[in-house]
């Protein structure tokens, strides 16, 4: 795959694509991921992909196992994560949301902790992955902690930056820190900045709950509220 996306990656700039409306084995310039690296049958942007081989081999060099468990995911697949747990079919923090929840709003912004609307996840993009956990208590185990810290000495070397740091001062709103959650930042910034630009709540439609998500500042408290890596 060719380096200078500004020509050869003019469909980052289409809609379809940052909004996650297309089919990822379709795509010319995804590619699966092996089993040796992922369970499931999920794909990358192949330059991605090819980063993320590297940063693997090198971690296991150091004995760090990484594995990826969740990739590109478009619209729909992510339509189907957000309505499960807005309809009480997935639990989210042990509760059933749909009963625990019955302000509409306060619910839209729990599944907001970690859980992205469907026209809104980086997933879409195929540059951001999930590694070896989405579980909080992993990186508390010895294994966890070994994982995380060789990501932050050495994920930058090839390309990926934690997106979804510590909440604070630099990042005082937002998704709540993902320790699994890296970018491939080369192409996902440029992709984020095409999204910022052209913001509309007009796109968060289409699922359960959107219209309030749009109460709840989403640009300003979710979608900009991130570590830009630069």
Known sequence: MPNNYNNSYKFIEEDNFIYGKFQPDD??????????????????????????????EAARLDSIHLKIISATRNFEYQKELWEKKWMGQTLVDNMKLNKSLKNPLERARKILEFTAPPGFTRHHWGTDIDINSVEEEYFETEEGIKVYEWLKSNAAKYGFCQIYTEQGVLRPSGFKEEKWHWSYIKIAHRIWVNQMDRYSE?????????????????????????????
């Open 202 to 230: 007009n796109n968060l439609s289409s699922f359960k709950g959107y219209q309030y998500v749009r109460k709840l500042n989403f640009a300003k408290e979710y979608l900009s509220s991130i570590n830009t890596c630069h």
């Open 27 to 56: 795509h010319p310039y995804f590619v699966k991921i092996e089993d040796l690296y992922c369970d499931k049958n999920s794909y990358m942007l192949e330059e991605a992909y090819e980063a993320f081989v590297s940063m693997a």
